[in-house]
Each structure stands twice: as C-alpha cells, then as structure tokens.
C-alpha cells in the first residue's frame, strides 16, 4: 500500500516541470509534454492498476500535487492521498464453446471465437442464437431473455450495447469483430484479465468475440453478409437464428488493491461547497504485441494528457490567489475497467456529494491543435450549460454541435458522478471533430503507438485555459452562487 512517506521520498527525476507564471501556450505545451513524456514512459509501465507503474504514476502525481500547494482530502488519516480501492481481477483460464445447427455440430475453430466472464464459471447450455445487430437498450426482455445475443462492434455504443443486452436478459453477448488485428488487440488485452469491484456481488456475466469468419462459420457466409446488410436497415428488428450454443468460459480469481489519488486546494469558506476534477491514471500496461518488441501501451493521449492538465492547473491555481470554494483533484483507478474509481469515489466520497456545485472529466485530450472548436460531453444533463458556454464563449472558443461528442457519454468517469447526482460535464476540442478522433482512435488508441512524440497539444493548452477560468467562475460565490 502506498503511504505518504513514499511520495516524500520519491526521487527527483521523476519531477514535473516548475510551477510557472507564464500563461502563454508554448509555457503551456512544453509543461504538459514534460509530464506526459513522464507518466507515458516505459518506466512506467502503462500503468496498469496495482503494478508497480501504478505506485510510480501516484507517487509522481501526489509530488507533484503537493508541490502546488493540495492537501490530501481521502479524510482518512490512515490512507492520506490514496484511497483504497479494492478489485476483484478475473482472468481467463479455460473455454468451451459448442454450437449447434438442427442437431449437427458446427465445425468452429477456438481461435475465432475467445469467451469471457466476470465470475468464477458462466455455463449456457443449449441456448438460441439471435443477431441483434447495433439494437440494445431499445429491446425487450422477452426479445432476449436465455438467448445469446450476437451484435456487431464495429460502431461508437458497442460497449452501452452489450451491457444493455446483458441487463435486459440475455444468456450471453456475443459480438462481431471484422478486423482481424483489432480481434487480436482486444483478445490480448482481455486475456490479461479484467476488472470489477470487490463488493460488487452481481452473477457472472458471458460475453465474448468472435472474428467474421468465425461467425461465417457459424452462419454461413452469405447469410451473414445478409445479416449485415439488413441491421443498417431502417427499422430493423432482431433475427432468430438457427442455431443454438453451448458456452462455458471459467476464470481464475484474484484480488488487486488500488488506490485514488485524492488531494484539494482549500477555499476560503468551506462551507460554500466544492468544485471538482478528475482524471483516470490508469491505462493498459504491457498489452502489445509481443513479435513486434513494442509491447507497453503507454497511453500518452489516454490519459496522461488529462493528468498533465490537472497538474498544470494545480500549479496555477496553487499560486494565484484563493478562491471561495475549496477545489478538488482526483486521479481515478481502472477506469479502462468500467468506470471502477469513479463509482468507488461516488459510493465512499470523502466529502457530501451534494456540496459539489461543478465537476470537470479530463480525458484523452491531447488530440486537436490550436483554434480548435470545443464540444461538451453531457451538454442538456446539468444545470451547468449556460454558464459554461458563457465562460467559453467569453474566451473566444467556439462550441459545436455535441450530438458526436455524446456517443462518449458513458464511457468516461463523468458518467460515474452523473449517476450519483454530481453536475458533471466534458468540456474538450478532442471531441469536437469527428474525423480528428476516428484517425486517432484508429490508429493510436488502446494501442503500444499512443506515445508522446504523436501527442498534439495546441487544442489541450487552450482547453486548460478553458478550464482554469471555469474553475474559477464556479468557485466564486458571487459568479456562481450553488447549486
């Protein structure tokens, strides 16, 4: 377990840049790129939650924290700036995966097809098969109850789509991988194990990948083409198969400890309440291949940029004069995982999560460059949108449309606060432009090439100027009287 004393004595090298003054951009990009160059690292080891590149990336934050004036707020003098966040990590042991068509079984190599679960051992015996294309919360249980939903991945709501289908009945999720290498990457990822929290107690949840021709194999190829095709189809519903599986995925279980790093800037009136911003610190680890030599997943977009602008906020607001509210600063856990930090900070908060007038997510924000538009993520959940489209607006950004930026909803830890009642927003130029985001998302994200030298870091230092004077327009009492 970390403990203070190990961020005091943690070395010099591994030091942010000083606290600067100076405002401009380039200030402003060569102090994010001093401390991305840092936690994005090899040393660092991709910062896989309870590894050692976790103790690292904590112990260069809370330092660095500390030197811009936070204080530790976990408000639990046994755990000063890192709460406990205890996980429960399943990884993949054995699979067994048999599927019929009238009564014949079909020759399917394991290879294209990989199971998974979150518990000790799921079984589903001889269940139908029915192809639901990209449909899932709009279903019904009785559309789904004890069948094996098949979906497709290849689209933004892949991961609302599955969980949906999982909570509306099926007996298992499994979903359509068409690129061969993006199967290999997520296989590689997951076989590394996964993550819950240890007190959730929910059963064990099925669901797997399968690669095109693994479902070719399975369906036929021209009916899968068909299959395809007709999910694009206005109106389309979900299409019994013809043939039923039989799936048994076993885990072996392990326990991880993890930390949030939690520390605040105080305000001069306490009881005014308490802005808030995070950041997940966490990443993939060692999930590269491991034929090519690359195999650390760095993530130096996601998300040592949204921990660079946290720190270069601190260091700013830590030496300009005190506001009304106390501010604070969180580096979350396994979010990569399902949001796992974000919702242990909502359910055990070191502070009423009413008192929180405002809250900020920042990730995976060194995408756009300089004059970039902004998008907000949330925009129409809080009460917040005017005034923040005030400030920006104020600063000469330009907002756009967010209908693209939404497909990110629930996908970051803002989504974890916004369940818990915390007005919580994504203001960020990395989600205004959709091709920018494809091309990273296609090329870097989630992958060993998301390091520091393809970081573009114009639209991140406009963002954090953003966001220093949102911070300051609702920690003011007299701009932004609460909630």
């Excluded at 405002?23 to 991305?36: F, K, Q, S, V």
């Excluded at 755990?79 to 995966?97: C, D, I, K």
């Excluded at 939903?149 to 499994?174: F, K, P, S, T, Y």
């Excluded at 929910?202 to 399968?210: E, N």
Aim: glycine share 10%; with cysteine.
């Amino acid at each position: 377990m970390l403990a203070a004393s190990a961020v005091l004595a943690s070395c010099a090298g591994s030091r942010g840049p000083a606290s600067r003054d100076a405002n401009t951009l380039d200030d402003i990009e060569a102090g994010l790129r001093a401390h991305i160059a840092v936690l994005a690292s090899d040393e660092f080891e991709g910062r896989r939650p309870g590894s050692e590149g976790e103790r690292k990336t904590l112990r260069y934050l809370a330092d660095a924290w500390q030197d811009a004036g936070l204080q530790s707020a976990t408000n639990d003098p046994a755990n000063p700036w890192f709460a406990p966040v205890e996980l429960r990590l399943m990884t993949p042991e054995s699979q067994s995966v048999v599927i019929k068509r009238n009564g014949s079984t079909v020759d399917l190599p394991r290879s294209q097809v990989r199971l998974f679960t979150s518990g000790r051992r799921a079984l589903v015996e001889g269940a139908p098969m029915v192809f639901v294309g990209t449909l899932g919360p709009e279903l019904e249980q009785s559309e789904l109850a004890g069948r094996i939903a098949v979906m497709m991945w290849d689209h933004a709501g892949r991961n609302e789509q599955r969980d949906a289908l999982i909570e509306n009945g099926a007996a298992g999720v499994l979903a359509i991988v068409t690129n061969p290498d993006e199967f290999a990457q997520i296989v590689q990822i997951r076989a590394k194990g996964s993550y819950r929290l240890a007190s959730d107690t929910g059963g064990a949840i099925l669901d797997g990948l399968m690669t095109q021709d693994g479902a070719s194999a399975i369906v036929g190829r021209d009916r899968l083409a068909d299959l395809l095709q007709s999910a694009g189809r206005p109106g389309f519903r979900p299409v019994p198969l013809d043939e039923t599986a039989q799936l048994d995925a076993r885990s072996m279980p392990g326990t991880v400890k993890t930390h949030n790093l939690i520390a605040k800037l105080p305000g001069r009136n306490a009881e005014s309440g308490a802005v808030l911003l995070l950041a997940h610190w966490d990443h993939f680890g060692r999930c590269g291949d491991e034929v090519s030599g690359d195999i650390i997943c760095n993530g130096a977009v996601d998300n040592a940029s949204g921990l660079a602008v946290l720190t270069e906020m601190a260091q700013r607001l830590g030496a300009g004069p005190k506001l009304d509210r106390d501010i604070y600063f969180v580096g979350t856990t396994a979010e990569e995982w399902g949001l796992l930090g974000a919702r242990a900070f909502a359910r055990d908060p070191p502070l009423p999560l009413e008192t929180v007038v405002a809250a900020f997510n920042i990730d995976t924000i060194g995408i756009a460059g300089r004059g970039a538009d902004v998008a907000i993520v949330g925009e129409g959940l809080t009460p917040l949108d005017d005034e923040v489209k005030a400030v920006a607006a104020g600063m000469g950004r330009i907002l756009t449309n967010s209908a693209y930026a939404e497909r990110f909803l629930k996908r970051q830890d803002g989504w974890a606060l916004l369940q818990a009642d915390v007005p919580t927003l994504m203001v960020s130029s990395a989600f205004a432009d959709r091709d920018r985001f494809a091309d990273y998302t296609t090329e870097r994200y989630h992958k060993p090439s998301d390091e520091v030298e393809a970081v573009q870091l114009g639209g991140a230092a406009e963002d954090m100027l953003l966001h220093l004077e949102l911070v300051r327009h609702f920690g003011s009492t007299t701009r932004h009287p609460g909630r």
